[in-house]
């Protein structure tokens, strides 16, 4: 009976037990499956429902000891879904709760990071993995992540160290397995480090330690082409030659073109490294197929036609493009071949101006060259509207329209090519010759606008630097003359100034700025500008330009003595110098404006003795004879004055009205010698030459009516004299109302 008593009271025992752990299984089984459906749901990549499902997990099952593999497979989904904050605000929130996976949390922190593009913030999250958790499996991947991460940073050495260090995470496992992948990756990606620190020897050593059988499609051709490249950069050029055919093969047997045609570039670089252009040639011609990438089809056909230009078979590269683009008219490359085509014609062109300028010749070139130039220039632009050449179609098309005459349109083409160029030499070559034609068609504005931004837009383009900018600021100047905008003049002479030193075209412009400050009314800014330069670099070729406009500054502020001073220490330092004649004629004129006659006649006369057949002689001779006239020496005034006008070299040209101004003062001075028939002679030559410039030949009919009204002529008749004299007045008005009825010159000669 007791005994029967105990089982019962076991069995209720137990059943109490039974039914008060119940509910604790099935709060079990919850968790699991509510972990389970979460897993899958990520497994399955449907990451979006997966975040929502491990967040649901976490806050129902807060005490679960999954917690930490829901908190990282959540940050994992909202990764998978560029989520990158969101993941990372869960990993490092809860990192100290991660018991057991800690390292996990620190490693998918840096991918995150990684992914997102922050490769600094990864690298060091990845080097903290390394150094914190020495024991996780998951130190010899972090490695390699931190030196990927590094790599993209351009972080060579470190990427270096990381890989090559004995002690280091990823030698050590190198050793143990060299054949896994994560190895064979990483001594790629070192070898390739090496090859950007310019230690060639050691990245060929290292691409060429990856054991061959642990090398299969990509990784054997990025094995082969990093040797080949290293042995490529280190000139040793027959063992890149050979090594480039193994990437080649290795590149064909993968089945990516991408990598083959790679491989026929390195070669077809290699060739022409070794003076072979024809060898280089036929190699580039494989690029050439259907198939490769259109990136790789147009380097090569750019290659190709460069060498044949380079060896002057112009007709060979011109029908290598024609037949490109017969065979593949629909090939995305196209649109180069025509751009390519185009400037090759625009070359012969201007190598046949060329020639026929070297033999002195006047044959002109084709305009069937310049016309197919514009055509495939305009069909690129007209067939290919979303052309990468865009810009440079237009900038080809500027230089023939140029070439062709066709300022206007070819200034439109050139701003449209500034515009669709990106930043580049070209682009600010684009500029310059808009700028430079604007200037020629008097948009003077426009053109300073364009000048500024060559001046400003390209500093660390070194040709541009060279070869635009001392001519932009040149042509910038003339610009900002026309406009008489004192502050572009400013621009260009204040950067100059801060030069050291200064080009020898810089040094033009300069002269250039100290005579426009002069111009636009500045003359002691002018003389500062100038000044300074001299001062700066007394041995400059321009020095003797320099001193000459300080001089004139002086002229234009009418401080005469300060002037003469100046001529005066100019001529004596540079007695040899070509500007010595203007110098000397200057000197003459000032010494005349400061009222010191006499030093001026000794100086004109002395110019016309030594510089008689310069152009400036005549105007000296003319002064000699005013000298004369003034000081009542009227024959040596007119003998003067026929100097001027019996001289041929002096009948043509500026000179040509000056010379019937000598005339007519000969004229007058003989009627004040008394002379009248010498003065009818003048004074009749100059109404009866019908060349003789109108307001001359009237001043000589005035002259000779008062020559006969004033009772100088040989008549003694006062009514002939009259009526002679009225003669020749009324020839006057036939004479201005030809040119001009309003004359204030007709009141007079109508009485």
């Known amino acids: ?149 590094r790599f993209n940073l351009k972080q060579w050495p470190r990427v270096a160290h990381l890989l090559q260090n004995p002690a280091g995470v990823f030698q050590n496992a190198a050793a143990a397995s060299p054949q896994n992948s994560i190895i064979v990756d990483g001594r790629l990606m ?99 197929r259907p198939g490769v990438p259109p990136e790789r089809v147009r380097e090569a056909l750019f290659k190709s036609v460069n060498l044949l230009i380079a060896q002057g078979r112009l007709t060979n590269a011109a029908a290598r493009l024609t037949n490109f683009l017969a065979l593949y008219p629909n090939e995305t490359a196209s649109d180069v071949a025509l751009l390519a085509l185009a400037e090759l014609r625009l070359k012969e062109h201007q190598l046949s101006l060329e020639r026929a300028n070297r033999l002195a010749t006047n044959s002109v070139p084709p305009a069937s060259l310049l016309a197919e130039a514009l055509e495939n220039s305009e069909r690129v632009l007209r067939t290919f509207t979303n052309s990468a050449f865009a810009g440079q179609a237009h900038l080809v098309r500027g230089w023939a329209l140029l070439a062709q005459g066709n300022m206007a349109e070819s200034l439109a083409t050139f701003r449209a090519a500034a515009d669709a160029l990106p930043w580049s030499e070209a682009q600010a070559v684009a500029r310059f010759k808009a700028a430079d034609l604007a200037l020629q068609s008097g948009e003077f504005t426009n053109a300073l606008r364009d000048y500024r931004r060559v001046l400003g837009q390209y500093t660390s383009l070194r040709r541009v630097q060279s070869e635009l900018v001392p001519r932009a600021r040149y042509q910038m100047l003339q610009a900002s003359i026309a406009v008489r905008d004192r502050q572009a003049a400013d621009e260009v002479g204040e950067a100059i100034l801060r030069e050291f030193p200064p080009t020898g075209f810089s040094e033009r412009t300069l002269l250039l700025y100290g005579q426009a400050l002069d111009e636009l009314g500045d003359p002691a800014a002018a003389r500062q500008a100038l000044t300074k330069f001299v001062e700066q670099f007394p041995e400059s070729p321009l020095r003797p330009k320099m001193e000459l406009a300080v001089a004139r500054t002086y002229e234009r502020e009418r401080a005469w003595p300060k002037a003469i001073a100046k001529y005066d220490a100019w001529v004596s330092t540079f007695p040899t110098n070509e500007n010595l004649i203007l110098a000397e004629y200057h000197r003459a004129l000032a010494n005349d404006q400061a009222a010191r006659k006499t030093n001026a006649f000794v100086l004109f006369t002395n110019f016309v003795a030594r510089f008689s057949t310069n152009s400036l002689a005549a105007h000296a001779e003319d002064w000699v004879g005013n000298y004369y006239f003034q000081a009542e020496q009227f024959a040596d005034a007119e003998r003067n004055y026929q100097i001027v006008y019996q001289n041929p070299n002096w009948r043509i040209g500026e000179l040509r009205e000056l010379r019937y101004h000598a005339m007519l003062k000969a004229g007058r001075a003989a009627l004040m010698r008394g002379s009248f028939n010498d003065a009818e002679f003048y004074f009749t030559n100059l109404i009866e030459d019908a060349s003789s410039p109108e307001p001359v030949r009237v ?53």
Request: glycine content about 4%; overall charge neutral; charged content about 20%.
């Open 1 to 149: 009976m007791l005994r029967r008593f105990r089982q019962a009271l076991f069995c209720f025992a137990a059943f109490l037990l039974l039914n008060a752990a119940a509910p604790l299984v099935r709060g079990a089984d919850a968790e699991t499956r509510a972990f389970t459906s979460a897993e899958k749901l990520w497994q399955d990549k449907f990451y979006e429902n997966a975040e929502k499902a491990f967040a649901e997990f976490v806050a129902k099952f807060p005490a679960s000891p999954r917690l930490a593999q829901a908190v990282l497979r959540q940050a994992q989904a909202a990764r998978e879904q560029k989520k990158y904050q969101v993941a990372l605000n869960l990993l490092s929130t809860n990192m100290a709760n991660a018991a057991g996976i800690a390292d996990e949390f620190q490693f998918h922190i840096g991918k995150t990071y990684d992914e997102s593009g922050k490769f600094a913030e990864a690298a060091d999250a990845f080097a903290l993995l390394t150094s914190r958790h020495t024991n996780s499996y998951l130190r010899l991947e972090a490695t390699l992540l931190e030196a990927k991460a």
């Open 190 to 288: 070192l070898a390739e480090a090496l090859l950007a620190q310019n230690n060639f020897a050691a990245a060929e050593k290292v691409a060429a330690s990856v054991p061959l059988s642990a090398l299969g499609g990509e990784l054997r051709w990025r094995a082969e082409y990093l040797r080949a490249k290293a042995q490529f950069a280190g000139q040793d050029l027959n063992a890149a030659l050979s090594t480039s055919s193994n990437v080649i093969t290795a590149g064909s047997a993968a089945r990516q073109p991408a990598l083959e045609a790679a491989g026929v570039s390195l070669q077809g670089q290699i060739f022409e490294a070794l003076n072979q252009p024809d060898a280089a040639i036929a190699i580039y011609q494989l690029n050439q």
């Open 699 to 751: 001043q000589a009919y005035f002259a000779y009516g008062d020559a006969f009204r004033d009772s100088v002529s040989p008549l003694t008749n006062a009514l002939e004299k009259f009526s002679r004299a009225l003669t020749i007045y009324s020839q006057i008005p036939r004479e201005l109302t030809r040119s001009d009825p309003n004359d204030p010159l007709l009141p007079r000669a109508f009485g």
